[in-house]
């Protein structure tokens, strides 16, 4: 019985300190700051100490809920350069695996009054992110510290599970200069150069999508290449 009494008194005695040890969450420093119209966000990991920094326009094409992410015209490192994108970032794995159809989709960009580029979106993990060729990638790396406004439209066949804009949205740029210069600074994401198995992907589902008559693909097509109105 005393044998017992005291094997209950030190469950007793060790129990808080037992529920207590728990493992502690890391946190991982994070930094935004805002110039002009842009917003520049780094993260740094602490496993590594790698920083890594994004810089997207302070206002969303498509602002983010409880139960979508938001899409966002981003400058991201692609050949070298840095160069516009539309994203949609953080996707659930479920949306993301359904979000293999981006692959037929493309954002349409145009600076000003210059030509209109299409973007080509493809996923990366579980971001959609939409960029330029590399033979457009120069032109808008160019027309990008000049630029005073831009116009964005998303295109794609089909229903995706993703927040698409209704039509084309304008933004307003501001210090995009001194936005570059810091974000060069501060460290872009790697220069993801859009991956070919993604490119693969789009051209097997674009064969078999004009091998099924899709409706609407004629009217995305049309667009390529010509100059937005």
């Given at each position: 019985?005393?044998?017992?009494?005291?094997?209950?008194?030190?469950?007793?005695?060790?129990?808080?300190?037992?529920?207590?040890?728990?493992?502690?969450?890391?946190?991982?420093?994070?930094?935004?700051?805002?110039?002009?119209?842009?917003?520049?966000?780094?993260?740094?990991?602490?496993?590594?100490?790698?920083q890594v920094c994004r810089m997207r326009h302070r206002l969303w094409l498509t602002v983010p809920d409880d139960t979508e992410p938001g899409m966002a015209f981003e400058i991201v490192q692609r050949f070298g350069q840095l160069v516009p994108a539309v994203t949609v970032r953080h996707l659930s794995l479920t949306t993301a695996l359904s979000g293999l159809l981006t692959l037929t989709a493309t954002a349409q960009l145009r600076f000003d009054g210059n030509p209109m580029v299409e973007l080509p979106c493809?996923?990366?993990?579980?971001?959609?992110?939409?960029?330029?060729?590399?033979?457009?990638?120069?032109?808008?790396?160019?027309?990008?510290?000049?630029?005073?406004?831009?116009?964005?439209?998303?295109?794609?066949?089909?229903?995706?599970?993703?927040?698409?804009p209704d039509g084309p949205l304008a933004l307003d740029l501001e210090r995009t200069p001194e936005a570059l210069d810091r974000y060069r600074l501060a460290g872009p994401a790697g220069d993801g150069a859009q991956p070919r198995l993604g490119q693969d992907l789009k051209e097997a589902v674009e064969r078999l999508l004009r091998g099924l008559d899709v409706p609407g693909r004629e009217s995305q097509q049309e667009g390529r290449g010509g100059v937005a109105r």
């Open positions: 019985m005393r044998l017992r009494l005291a094997a209950l008194g030190l469950c007793i005695a060790l129990g808080p300190t037992m529920a207590l040890a728990q493992p502690r969450r890391v946190d991982v420093p994070h930094s935004e700051q805002t110039i002009g119209s842009w917003l520049l966000s780094c993260a740094t990991d602490p496993m590594t100490d790698a493809v996923l990366e993990g579980t971001s959609v992110v939409c960029t330029p060729g590399k033979a457009d990638a120069g032109v808008l790396a160019e027309q990008l510290p000049k630029a005073r406004s831009v116009m964005v439209r998303f295109r794609a066949v089909g229903n995706l599970p993703l927040p698409v």
